[in-house]
T-cell receptor, first 112, second 116 residues
Framework: GENVEQHPSTLSVQEGDSAVIKCTYS??????FPWYKQELGKRPQLIID?????GEKKDQRIAVTLNKTAKHFSLHITETQPEDSAVYFC???????????FGKGTRLSVIA | GAVVSQHPSWVICKSGTSVKIECRSL??????MFWYRQFPKQSLMLMAT?????????EQGVEKDKFLINHASLTLSTLTVTSAHPEDSSFYIC????????????FGPGTRLTVL
């Protein structure tokens, strides 16, 4: 089955700086790669996703890149703000009946 | 659109009792539902996958007789934790994927289970 590795487990950045979180996956059949932000006690919130037919996607301060050959994808947050502080999870799936498999998460702290 | 509700949001029960958690897709038909468990400061771990009208597929290490999953309709799935013990205390989250909704999984708000 799919295995998703996520790094780093914790990340502290100064407000205004960029944050990068990286994930690798094992199953070459995976073709959907979402990123979630989760605040304590709440459901994961989708912040951006990418399909395997695209190498990069951007939404304002958030971007995701995908390298299918190397089986890795990354989340980039620019101009970080204190409200970006949360736990971020990457995930991978091949769709249909196959579930999302999550990375272990990255606790991002943005220091004002 | 694509709203998933979960009930109850939290529950406290005594050891040995059973607890039922409901997951509903409010505005779409959920062809597949997934149940995850999340312990404090950990990731979401898949427990099982269920398709409407068929038996759930459980992940390795998840006891199917302890965690009963029923997906009786395209809008409702239930997870029953039978003979709950303190180690079952966790945050249980359901998610749903619907036909025509692409690859995205829509998550419920989660249920915090505490077993005393």
């Amino acid at each position: 089955g799919e295995n998703v590795e996520q790094h780093p487990s914790t990340l502290s950045v100064q407000e205004g700086d960029s944050a990068v979180i990286k994930c690798t996956y094992s199953d070459s059949a995976s073709n959907y790669f979402p990123w979630y932000k989760q605040e304590l006690g709440k459901r994961p919130q989708l912040i951006i996703d990418i399909r395997s037919n695209v190498g990069e996607k951007k939404d304002q301060r958030i971007a995701v890149t995908l390298n299918k050959t190397a089986k890795h994808f990354s989340l980039h947050i620019t101009e970080t703000q204190p409200e970006d502080s949360a736990v971020y999870f990457c995930a991978a799936s091949s769709g249909g009946n196959t579930p999302l498999v999550f990375g272990k998460g990255t606790r991002l702290s943005v220091i004002a | 659109g694509a709203v998933v509700s979960q009930h109850p949001s939290w529950v406290i029960c005594k050891s040995g009792t059973s607890v039922k958690i409901e997951c509903r897709s409010l505005d779409f038909q959920a062809t597949t539902m997934f149940w995850y468990r999340q312990f404090p400061k950990q990731s979401l771990m898949l427990m099982a996958t269920s398709n409407e009208g068929s038996k759930a597929t459980y992940e390795q290490g998840v006891e199917k007789d302890k965690f009963l999953i029923n997906h009786a309709s395209l809008t409702l799935s239930t997870l029953t934790v039978t003979s709950a013990h303190p180690e079952d205390s966790s945050f249980y989250i359901c998610s749903a994927r619907g036909s025509g909704r692409g690859y995205e999984q829509f998550f419920g708000p989660g249920t915090r289970l505490t077993v005393l």
